[in-house]
């Protein structure tokens, strides 16, 4: 497969009523390639992947599909498709009307190879239902037979394991590989990095709109493998940063509304108990046990003020 850039993205930037949804993040992906950006809710995921489709406004940098500027050059736009968080459909049409007409857009209205694909996804008993009477999981398989169908050279996939059993999981996971295979370049995001594990050759870590990390697959695994932490989850976390780092002499890490500490559960104990007796609010205390929680614990610097 020739290595050839289908994404370039320099400096990409959205700004909405002076609120960066997008701020200066750069990536580019190879054919074939399939990357996945991960953050928490907020973190910019969603922006993104809108800025890249044209969805959203771009207020500084670029996006180039196959070398073609997507403002200067709008229609290469038709090579890619997109699965949103909810699927996006006609509600009150049939799942093969929706099939028919998204198919005829992009000109391979083949009704033969939309019937074999809606097999092949376990919806062809679902094809004359209409879509909202569709399970969550079954309009995700939908969205994804769409993107077959189409034979997408690029394919965007936002949260698509969310809310799903294992098996449902485990299925949509398959798919996703079959497209690869037909070499597709594809972009998965996920709140959750268990869920993408072993998925993809990248991955990009966001929070507050940016990216944090590109790391590739055995990176990840190192870091996912690294040192843990304890945690207090606070309402005022950069307060009780101060606080931990003062009067436990702890080097600290905010993560989230979460204090991060390396410590023992006696310790994290105590300084549960000198919130409260302090009046502080505490939503939780335990330790990181995601991977990728733990991935972005251990690229999040040590708090300023307790060097």
Do not use: W
């Not at 099939?99 to 097999?119: F, H, P, V, W």
């Not at 870590?205 to 590109?214: A, L, N, P, S, Y």
């Not at 009067?247 to 559960?265: I, P």
């Amino acid at each position: 497969m020739e290595n050839k850039n289908v994404l370039v993205v320099e400096h990409l930037s959205v700004l909405i009523k002076e609120h960066f949804l997008v701020k200066d993040v750069s990536f580019s992906m190879a054919q074939g390639e399939c990357l996945g950006v991960v953050g928490e809710d907020g973190s910019g995921k969603s922006s993104l992947i809108k800025a890249i489709t044209g969805s959203l406004p771009i207020s500084d940098g670029f996006v180039r599909i196959d070398g073609k500027d997507i403002k200067d050059h709008p229609k290469i736009l038709n090579e890619v498709s997109i699965c949103l968080d909810p699927p996006v459909f006609f509600k009150f049409q049939s799942v093969m009307e929706n099939m028919e007409y998204l198919c005829s857009l992009a000109g391979k209205n083949n009704k033969q190879r939309i019937l074999d694909t809606l097999d092949k996804f376990n919806l062809l008993e679902k094809k004359n239902k209409k879509v909202y009477s569709l399970s969550y999981y079954e309009r995700k398989l939908m969205a994804l037979a769409l993107a077959f169908i189409n034979e997408s050279k690029f394919l965007i996939i936002d949260e698509p394991f969310k809310s799903l059993p294992v098996q449902s999981i485990q299925t949509l996971r398959h798919y996703i590989a079959q497209l690869r295979e037909k070499g597709t370049t594809i972009i998965i995001t996920s709140k959750n990095y268990d869920s993408l594990e072993d998925q993809c050759d990248r991955y990009m870590f966001m929070v507050d709109r940016q990216v944090k990390e590109i790391l590739h697959r055995k990176e990840c695994e190192k870091f996912s493998t690294a040192k843990t932490f304890a945690f207090v989850a606070v309402k005022y976390p950069h307060y009780c940063g101060k606080l931990v780092a003062e009067n436990f002499n702890l080097s600290v890490k905010l993560f989230g509304n979460r204090v991060l500490f390396d410590a023992n559960e006696d310790t994290t104990a105590e300084i549960v108990k000198f919130f409260t007796k302090n009046k502080l609010s505490v939503y939780g205390a335990g330790y990181l046990n995601r991977k990728g929680e733990r991935i972005l614990a251990n690229l999040t610097p040590y708090f300023k003020e307790n060097k």
